[in-house]
C-alpha cells in the first residue's frame, strides 16, 4: 500500500478500515495463470422471460447468446430444453413479452422494442431500411415461426388459437394460424391502454387505462363489444386481478401525488388501498387499505403482476408496512388484518402464484442479505419454506402444473441458466451449456465498509489470485445503474448487470482488486436505505458511499492506493463523474458510459413537463447535486461512453460534460456508438465497451 492522496482521506482511511468487515484473503496461485475469455463471458447464454402455462408442464424462455435472441421450450418430465425459432446474427432486435397458451402449445411473443420519443423503433445495427416492433407466433411442437404484423403486449387465449394485443394505442385480436388474417379492432380507448387480462371464461378483457394524473381499469365484453370501467375515481389504478371464477376484479389504487419528480425520496405518502368490483352489479369495496406513514407507498415486485388472487378468496400483495418489501394476504371480502406470508428484515423481488392458488412461489435475500433464493409461501400465512438453499442465486420462478418449479439460476462463477426443482432434484433445462462454463473465476468476497458519513455499505470484493505486488494492485469501483438495482455476489438476473459483472471478473483476471458498491438508494436494504434522505438530486448523499468505497479500497495492504479509479453506467455513471470531479486526488481515472450529469436535465427526460425556471429553488438544488456543479476540481482522465439514441440519459448529458472537461484542460476520451440504446442491444456494442475500458485502465492505472 502507497501514500493515497490528501491528508484528510489518509486520516479517514484510517477510521474507516478500522471499522470495516474482514477482508477476504486472496488464493495461493499466481494471478498470471488465470485468465477469462471475455467474449465467452460476455456472449454466454443469458436467459429471461420464463413463462409456464396454465395447464400443462410446459416453460417457455428467451436466450440472447452473443446478440441472436431465440425461443426455447421444456416439457416435464424430461424437462430437456430445445429452441424453437431461429433468428440469427447480432442485429440488436429484442425478443421478449412471451405469452403461452394454457395447453403449452402456442407461444406468442415480441420481436423489436419500443419507440423512442420520435417513434423510432431501436436499429442499432443500423440496418438500411429501418426495423419493426411485431407479434410473432410459434408452436411449442415445431415449425416456422410465423410474423402477424405490427403490436406488442400479445396475450392469447387459453387455446391458442387467437392473440389479444395492442398496436397504435388500440386492442386489437387476430387469428394466430393466419398471418394473412386482418387485424381485429376491440377497443379504441381514450388514454394509453396496457396491463391486459383475459378473465378466466376468456369473455371478458380487463386492461388499465393511463390517463396521465389518473388511470382507470376498463372491461371490455369481448362478444358485445362494450366497454365499462370499474369504481372509476381521481386516483391511479392498475394491476387488475380476477378471482378464480371470473365474477369480480381487484387492483391497486393509489392517489395521484401532484408535482412528485424522480430522484428525490418518498418515504410517505397519501395511502395506496386495494379495492374489489363485483361485475354483475359493479358493486365496490375496499379490501385492504395500507396505513399512514411506513407503507403507504405502493412497492412493486417483479411480477407478471402485483396482486395475486389465489384459493380460499386470499389476495396477496406486496407491501412494506415493516420498512422492507414483504409479502401479505387479505381476506378478497375485506375486513380482518393482513396475515404475513414472507415477514421479516428482508426483500422480495420475484414472486408468482402457484397452479391451484394456494401459494406464492417468490425470491427473496432472506438470511442471505447478498444473493436471492426460492421460497414457498403458503397465502394462508402458515409460514414459507426454503426450495433452493445454497451459495447460488435464484429467482424468476415459473410454478407448474406437474408440482415442479422451473426458474433462472447462477453462482459466483457459473452464469446465469435455466434449471428445475422436480421433487427434490435440481437440473438444468440445457445440459450442453454445462460443457462451454467459462474458466478463470472466481467468487468474489462479502464486504461491509463505512460511507464517508458512517453508513454501513455492502459490497462485492473480486481480488486477483496469488499474492499482490509490492506495491499493491490497482483498485477499481464498480458503481451499478438505477439506481434502484442491488449487486449480488454471483452472476445478476439482469442482462445488463450479468455483463458487468463479467467485466468484473475479467478485470480481476487481468489484476485488478475490484469493489462493486451497492450505495444508498439501491434496493435489497429495506426502505430506509432505498429512499436514503437527500440522496439524488436532493443533495446526492450517495456520493459519500462512493468515497467511503474509495477509501477502503486504498486502504487495504493489497491495493495500491496511488492506482484507484472508478466506473459504472446510467446511474453509476453519474456516481463516476462525481467521484472524479469531487475527489480526482483519490480516483486517478474512471469510465463513464451513458451517466447524468445535470439533474434538471436528467429529470426533464422522464417528466417532459419539468420547468426548472417555474421551481428555481429545487433546480438549484438539483444542480448543486450534479456532477456539473463540480467540474472545475476534476482533473483525471476520464473515457465517456455513450450510444446516441439512447432514451433514459439524454446523448447531451455527454457532449455537455465533455465540452467542459476540454475547455478545462482535462483528458477525455470518447466511445460513441451510433443507433445504440441505453441498455446496450448489441453483443459487439459490449464489447467494444469492454474492450475500451481495459485499455484506458490500462493506460492510466497499470
Do not use: C
Amino acid at each position: 500500500m502507497r501514500t493515497r492522496g490528501a491528508a484528510a482521506f489518509v486520516l479517514l482511511a484510517a477510521a474507516l478500515a478500522a471499522a470495516a468487515a474482514p477482508l477476504p484473503t486472496s488464493g495461493t496461485a499466481s494471478a498470471q495463470t488465470r485468465g477469462t475469455d471475455l467474449d465467452a463471458l460476455v456472449g454466454w447464454a443469458f436467459p429471461s422471460g420464463l413463462v409456464a402455462a396454465a395447464e400443462a408442464p410446459v416453460v417457455a424462455w428467451v436466450r440472447n447468446e452473443r446478440g441472436a435472441r431465440n425461443v426455447w421450450v421444456a416439457e416435464g418430465p424430461a424437462w430437456t430444453g430445445r429452441r424453437v425459432t431461429s433468428f440469427a446474427g447480432d442485429d440488436g432486435q429484442e425478443v421478449g413479452s412471451l405469452a403461452i397458451s394454457a395447453a403449452g402449445t402456442t407461444i406468442a411473443f415480441v420481436r423489436g422494442g419500443p419507440p423512442n420519443r420520435a417513434g423510432e423503433i431501436p436499429n442499432p445495427a443500423s440496418i438500411a431500411l429501418g426495423v419493426e416492433r411485431e407479434i410473432w407466433i410459434v408452436g411449442t411442437g415445431g415449425g416456422d415461426a410465423r410474423r402477424l404484423g405490427p403490436g406488442h403486449s400479445p396475450l392469447l387465449t387459453a387455446d391458442g388459437t387467437r392473440v389479444v394485443y395492442i398496436q397504435g394505442g388500440v386492442i386489437h385480436r387476430r387469428p394466430t394460424g393466419d398471418p394473412a388474417a386482418a387485424p381485429e379492432p376491440l377497443a379504441d380507448p381514450r388514454g394509453s391502454p396496457g396491463e391486459l387480462r383475459l378473465s378466466p371464461g376468456g369473455d371478458l378483457l380487463a386492461f388499465t387505462s393511463q390517463l396521465g394524473d389518473h388511470a382507470f381499469i376498463g372491461v371490455l365484453d369481448l362478444a358485445a363489444g362494450t366497454l365499462r370501467y370499474l369504481d372509476p375515481s381521481l386516483d391511479i389504478d392498475g394491476n387488475a386481478a380476477w378471482s378464480p371464477d371470473g365474477s369480480e376484479i381487484a387492483f391497486v389504487r393509489i392517489p395521484n401525488r401532484q408535482g412528485s419528480l424522480p430522484f428525490f425520496a418518498v418515504r410517505e405518502s397519501l395511502p395506496w388501498s386495494i379495492r374489489a368490483v363485483r361485475l354483475a352489479d359493479g358493486a365496490a369495496r375496499t379490501v385492504f387499505a395500507a396505513p399512514e406513514g411506513t407503507g403507504s407507498v405502493f412497492r412493486t415486485i417483479s411480477a407478471a403482476n402485483n396482486i395475486f388472487w389465489g384459493a380460499d378468496d386470499r389476495i396477496a400483495f406486496p407491501w412494506e408496512g415493516n420498512g422492507y418489501t414483504n409479502l401479505y394476504s387479505v381476506d378478497a371480502r375485506g375486513g380482518g388484518d393482513p396475515r404475513p406470508i414472507a415477514p421479516g428484515e428482508f426483500e422480495v423481488q420475484y414472486a408468482a402464484l402457484a397452479p391451484g392458488g394456494e401459494a406464492l412461489v417468490f425470491s427473496s435475500n432472506q438470511g442471505d442479505i447478498d444473493r436471492q433464493h426460492l421460497w414457498w409461501g403458503p397465502l394462508d400465512g402458515s409460514g414459507a419454506r426454503q426450495l433452493t438453499p445454497g451459495a447460488g442465486i435464484e429467482w424468476q420462478p415459473a410454478p407448474t402444473v406437474d408440482g415442479s418449479v422451473v426458474f433462472l439460476a447462477s453462482s459466483g462463477t457459473v452464469p446465469a441458466h435455466a434449471e428445475v426443482l422436480a421433487g427434490d432434484e435440481r437440473r438444468w433445462l440445457v445440459e450442453s451449456a454445462r460443457d462451454r462454463l467459462p474458466g478463470g473465476l472466481v467468487d468474489p468476497g462479502q464486504v461491509v465498509f463505512p460511507s464517508a458519513d458512517g453508513l454501513a455499505i455492502h459490497g462485492q470484493l473480486f481480488l486477483p489470485e496469488g499474492p499482490p505486488p509490492p506495491d499493491g494492485w490497482p483498485g477499481l469501483l464498480f458503481l451499478h445503474g438505477g439506481s434502484r438495482r442491488q449487486m449480488l455476489l454471483g452472476f445478476h438476473h439482469r442482462d445488463y448487470y450479468h455483463h458487468t459483472y463479467s467485466f468484473s471478473q475479467h478485470l480481476a483476471a487481468l489484476g485488478y482488486a475490484v469493489l462493486s458498491v451497492n450505495y444508498r438508494s439501491g434496493i435489497g436494504y429495506g426502505m430506509e436505505f432505498r429512499e436514503a434522505k437527500h440522496y439524488g438530486a436532493d443533495g446526492a448523499s450517495e456520493v459519500n458511499d462512493v468515497l467511503g468505497a474509495g477509501v477502503y479500497l486504498a486502504s487495504r495492504d493489497d491495493v495500491d492506493g496511488d492506482r484507484i479509479g472508478l466506473w459504472g453506467g446510467s446511474y453509476g455513471g453519474y456516481l463516476t463523474a462525481h467521484g472524479l470531479a469531487q475527489a480526482s486526488h483519490l480516483f486517478k481515472a474512471g469510465v463513464d458510459i451513458h451517466g447524468v450529469h445535470d439533474w434538471n436535465v436528467a429529470i426533464g427526460n422522464f417528466v417532459p413537463s419539468y420547468d426548472p425556471a417555474a421551481r428555481p429553488d429545487l433546480a438549484r438544488r438539483a444542480f448543486q447535486s450534479s456532477p456539473m456543479a463540480y467540474v472545475d476540481r476534476w482533473t483525471s482522465p476520464v473515457l465517456l461512453i455513450h450510444g446516441d439514441d439512447d432514451r433514459n440519459v439524454r446523448f447531451s448529458e455527454s457532449v455537455d460534460l465533455a465540452e467542459v472537461l476540454r475547455r478545462n484542460g482535462v483528458h477525455v476520451e470518447m466511445l460513441v456508438l451510433p443507433d445504440e440504446v441505453h441498455g446496450f442491444l448489441l453483443h459487439r456494442s459490449w464489447m467494444s465497451v469492454f474492450r475500451a475500458a481495459e485499455d484506458f485502465f490500462g493506460r492510466f492505472l497499470k
